[in-house]
């Protein structure tokens, strides 16, 4: 099964993306998370990304595919159960992309569109208080989800930081950005008759309940 999660920034995406992907067996595609990792490992696509990334821009669809095909090519067998695209498409031409190009070389077709819903004044609060892991990248947040020991990661033991994009004027070109160019897509998958909302404006185990019960329809 490939599903497509879709949602504003600090919807959940990353949260239940981790959740479906040791339910069901399928891989965790953020391509975010991929970009930030090829930062760390001062890769070329994230050396280039990076000045989008922190200003809450979109990174150009030319970059953003080529590394998201060259990740799936690469990563073949880690796919073969099916995956998960946490944030692609993030707009009209990457979902073209998407079915036109990727799809057809990967020779697999997706199977669901779900969209995260969550009323905007709630997800600043959802932003400033999160922590990631810098080496699993799994999301906790200081009130809503803390981790057991503070700083540290509950899964890995890794180090809890700061996105470099959580700061006030990021966040806000971040919402901004998705308000043009990602939520129309909402109406494009609709269109399709392709689209499942989910109510992300409830507790992490309801809403994975939720994504759970779609699933099976
Ligand atoms: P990306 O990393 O995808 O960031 P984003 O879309 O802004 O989304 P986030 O990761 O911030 O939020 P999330 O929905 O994953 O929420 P999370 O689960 O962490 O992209 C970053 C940048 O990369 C982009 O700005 C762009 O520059 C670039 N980029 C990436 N993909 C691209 C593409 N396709 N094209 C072009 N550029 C691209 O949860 C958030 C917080 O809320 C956490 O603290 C969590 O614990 C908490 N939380 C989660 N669920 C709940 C709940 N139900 N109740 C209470 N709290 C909750
Ligand atoms: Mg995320
Ligand atoms: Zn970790």
């Given amino acids: 099964m490939n599903i497509i999660l879709m949602g504003p920034p600090g919807a959940g995406k990353g949260t239940q993306a981790k959740k479906i992907s040791e339910e069901l067996g399928l891989a965790h595609v953020s391509t975010g998370d991929l970009f930030r990792n090829a930062l760390r490992s001062m890769n070329e696509f994230g050396v280039k990304a990076n ?18 095909l060259d990740h799936l090519e690469k990563n073949k067998d880690a796919m073969a159960a099916g995956f998960i695209l946490d944030g692609y498409p993030r707009n009209v031409d990457q979902a073209e992309h998407l079915a036109n190009v990727i799809l057809p070389k ?25 922590r990631t892991c810098r080496d699993c990248g799994t999301s906790f947040h200081v009130e809503f989800n803390p981790p057991k020991v503070e700083g540290v990661c509950d899964n890995c033991g890794g180090e809890l930081y700061q996105r470099a994009d959580e700061n006030e004027t990021a966040v806000a070109k971040r919402l901004d950005t998705y308000d043009q160019a990602t ?35």
Avoid: C, H
């Avoid at 989008?52 to 821009?57: D, F, I, L, N, T």
């Avoid at 969209?115 to 999160?130: C, D, F, Y």
């Fill in 183 to 217: 939520r129309p897509l909402i109406e494009y998958y609709a269109n399709k008759g392709e689209l499942t909302e989910i109510n992300g404006d409830q507790s992490m185990d309801k809403v994975f309940a939720d994504i759970k019960e779609s699933l099976k329809g």
């Fill in 106 to 130: 990967l020779g697999t077709k997706i199977d669901a569109v779900l969209n995260i819903a969550v009323p905007s004044q709630k997800l600043i609060t959802r932003l400033s208080g999160r």
């Fill in 51 to 68: 000045a989008y990334m922190e200003k809450g821009e979109l990174v150009p669809d030319s970059l953003t595919n080529e590394m998201l």
